[in-house]
């Protein structure tokens, strides 16, 4: 049922936006449906309601063959929806995500022992909703209630509409995953206004010569929207609708979160940097687990988009860092390590904090002398602490060093006392923050 006050939100603001003052009803029959229905592929899977044809064969019109219907059967298909949306009660058959006349069904869902009062505009507002989901990988849609950004998903559906009619070869049923690829488009770098679909080519073709959309990234997604909504926070309702239904439920995603690698980035590295190596950072975050996984964190957040691979140069995972010069994919994932390190520990200056400390031992290294072995073992040891208490621990050997060949250990003191008073939590990303610095300056 939250596909209608999605729905709701979204009329509103196009009635508002574009000075039109359309009822639920009458935007379903004059916009909604000719745009999705009224034509021999569909924008979305009409479920067991009216306005799909179950004996219309896919198969024969992706390869170009006669379809079973005419325009005529259409038109009567449309008015029999109409029909029974004004005749009977609401359920799964006539309004997307309520639920089924047969509640042991596999696909049902959304059922409630409340007697509900009939809202014929809801059953209407309940396929816009569903037409404004956002498809990413994992087979989950997501339905923000953002105005503005419903509307840009919106934008994109007569897109879609033209990429069906002028690809005989394009299956449809696809509107939540072209969302997804749209909103990445639309809020990418290279998005221009005046000709929305340069660069865009969503298509990918199989070993049978089809073409379909595939799902997106919902970092991709993320990322994009992060960067236009910067100081929003946003609710989410997950969900899927299939043979099975799933739900997820309502995940708040902190934007502000999402947004603060970029903001590190381009204060790090510089903005040229990051709109240049852009893609391949997206690429690598929110790749260490899924979005389902995600979510049970109660909430999408920088956490999230934590990048593959860098738990195994985490503290007691042992992975040594080793750098070439002449990789420049590795460098790129590098920085992203750091950055997403960076906006983890939500602190700026513990990037020139970590510096200092890697020079700090790196100059220790440097007056071993004969002992210089041990010397780089005890750095080894204490960038491989697991815990607080053993990097303090794994500090003094280094600091009975320096007191011997006379050195003034006052910047030990202090790292000791930074460490003791650092939450727990932020610990281990400060190490391997300190662990990268090292590697750097070392090389």
Known sequence: MYTSVVGKIFLETYNAQLKENYSAKSFFEKIFVPLFFDHPKYMMTAGNSPLENPKLSWDNMILG??????????????????????????????????????????????????????????????????????????????????PNLLMDIFKGWIYYRQYLNNNPQLKGNQINTWNGQWLAHRYGFAFDEKYPTDGFNPMEINENGLFNIPTISWVKVLLGIAMHFPTKNLLGYLYNIGQTNITIGFIPFKINEINRPEQFY?????????????????????????????????????????????????????????????????????????????????????????????????NYEAGAGKAKTDRINNVKQLLDSATVKKFIQNIIPIVEDEKSDGKNVDDYKKLGEMINEMPRDNFPYFDVLIKFQYALLNK
């Open 266 to 362: 381009e204060r790090i590295f510089g903005k040229e940097d990051f709109a240049r190596n852009f893609k391949q950072t997206e690429e690598l975050y929110g790749t260490a687990f899924g979005l389902k996984y995600a979510c049970q964190y109660g909430a999408i957040g920088i956490k999230a988009l934590e990048p593959k691979g860098l738990n195994d140069y985490m503290p007691g995972n042992g992975k040594k860092i080793s750098l070439n010069d002449n990789d420049d994919k590795q460098k790129i994932t590098f920085k992203t390590y750091l950055i997403w390190i960076l906006a983890m520990i939500n602190n700026e200056t513990l990037w020139e904090q970590s510096q200092s400390i890697a020079k700090l031992l790196l």
């Open 65 to 146: 063959k006669k379809p079973f219907e005419t325009p005529d059967q259409r038109k009567s298909r449309i008015k029999n929806m109409i029909n029974k949306i004004e005749t009977q009660k609401a359920d799964a058959s006539i309004a997307v995500g309520y639920e089924r006349d047969d509640p042991t069904s596999a696909s049902s869902g959304q059922l409630t022992n409340i007697d509900l009062p009939e809202n014929k505009e809801n059953v209407y507002l309940s396929w816009v909703g569903a037409g404004l989901g956002i498809g990413v990988t994992g087979g989950i849609t997501i339905l923000f209630d953002e």
